[in-house]
Structure formats: C-alpha cells, structure tokens
C-alpha cells in the first residue's frame, strides 16, 4: 500500500501491532510504500519520527522505551544469508530503502512458526537458536515472505522483530535477508538502518545526538 501522506501516529500503531508481537499471529513485520515526492532529508526525517512515536507505544505496552543500537545509511548490494542482527535480545530493524534502479528482494522468516512444526520440537530449536541460520533454507520456504519489486522511484519503509529468543520470549522475532537480483556497482542502493533496542535503560540525550549527526549528514556508509 502506498502512503503518499503520512500519519506517523498512524503508521507507528499499524507497525507495533504487526512487529511487536507475542504469538506467531502476527507477521513480525510491517512493509509500506511512502511514495515518489518527498526527498532523502525528508525521508530520514520520517523514520527518526516513526522511531520516537514507536518508543512511546513500546513504554506504554511493555515498561520498556527503544534506543538506537544503530543508525545509519549506506549504499548495500550484498546477498545475505537469513539472520538477525546483532543488538540486544529485544530488538527491532527499521530498515528505509531510497529510490534505486537496482532490483532487489526482501525475505523475512518466521523462525517462531518454523520452530514450532520442526521435528526436534519448539524448545529445543529456540535452545540452540544461532544468530544465523545454519539449515537447509528449504525448510524455512512455508514460512517465508518475499518482498520483491519495489517501485524503484519511491521510497519504502520495512521494519520487522529482530529479537533474538530468550525463555520466555518477550516479543518474537524473525530472520531476514537481502537478495540482490542484479548488482551494478556503478549505482547505488541507500539503505537507512536503525536497529532499535528495547531497554528499561533512559539514553534520550544520548539518541537525540544521534538523531542531529544522522539528519545532518550526506554520508554513505559502505
């Protein structure tokens, strides 16, 4: 769905129910289409007010406000294998693709639901769970979800549970991975990353400055 005019207190409510979720009824991720006029500053702008109104709904639900583990952009035609990223065991990815003539794709995983039908049984996956997944990604297809065709002039938004499982879980997360169709390292492909803790722990001057360097800069990661 494209959303040429944004509600941020619309979109964050929409995010939390899908991606702050507590049973596998939900997605554990959130996609959407922010439209063609609007620029980079903008954009980036967008997200860090998604970040702050999404800290609100996290302290209201679970006692807990988000705080950047990172924030960055950078240009990415990397293939990856599925995993989490690394951050704190209740943590969050908001990932903000800018327009790109680079075709890509998205695969988000739910590795709650794949634990569950798994023959070794729920817990004992969870147990062993490692940050990448080191299976045969063939087991994990009828959990999958593969975001594919982006509009390549618009910008889009993804966020999704990058929690790691500890028992008992607070919220539930999934594996992801980026799958480059066909690079051309002549163009680029800016990705914004925010991974977003979730921490009793109060860093709100500490994000605020963050917030300023990122809002300010031009500079693309590699």
């Known amino acids: 769905m494209e959303h040429t ?9 929409q995010c939390f129910r899908a991606v702050f979720r507590t049973h596998t009824d939900k997605p554990g991720f959130h996609y959407f289409n922010l439209g063609k006029n609007r620029t980079p500053l903008e954009f ?8 702050r109104e999404l800290s609100k709904l996290s302290e209201t639900n679970f006692g ?8 960055v952009r950078f240009d990415q035609q990397v293939n990856t294998p599925f995993h989490v990223d690394n951050a704190a065991h209740q943590s969050f990815l908001l990932l903000g693709y800018e327009p ?30 490692t940050p990448v997944f080191k299976g ?19 910008y889009h938004i993804v966020i999704m549970n990058n929690s790691s499982p500890t ?7 999934v594996y992801h991975k980026a799958v480059i169709v066909e690079q051309d390292l002549n163009k680029n492909r800016i990705v914004n990353s925010m991974v977003l803790n979730m921490s009793s722990e109060e860093r709100n001057s500490e994000d605020l400055t963050r917030e300023e360097n990122y809002l300010n ?3 693309i990661s590699k």
Do not use: C
């Not at 807990?64 to 990172?70: C, E, G, P, V």
């Not at 028992?167 to 997360?173: S, V």
């Open 217 to 219: 800069t031009i500079a």
């Open 167 to 173: 028992l008992p879980a607070e919220t539930l997360g």
């Open 100 to 129: 790109s003539v680079i075709e890509s794709e998205l695969h988000i995983a739910d590795y709650h639901a794949f634990a569950k039908e798994n023959d070794r049984g729920s817990k004992e996956y969870i147990t062993n769970f």
């Open 64 to 71: 807990k406000k988000l705080s950047y583990h990172w924030l």
């Open 136 to 154: 045969n990604e063939s087991l994990l297809e009828p959990f999958t979800t593969k975001l594919k065709a982006f509009d390549k002039e618009a």
């Open 5 to 13: 005019d944004v509600s941020i207190d619309k979109l964050a409510q």
């Open 44 to 51: 980036r702008t967008i997200l860090t007010e998604l970040k």
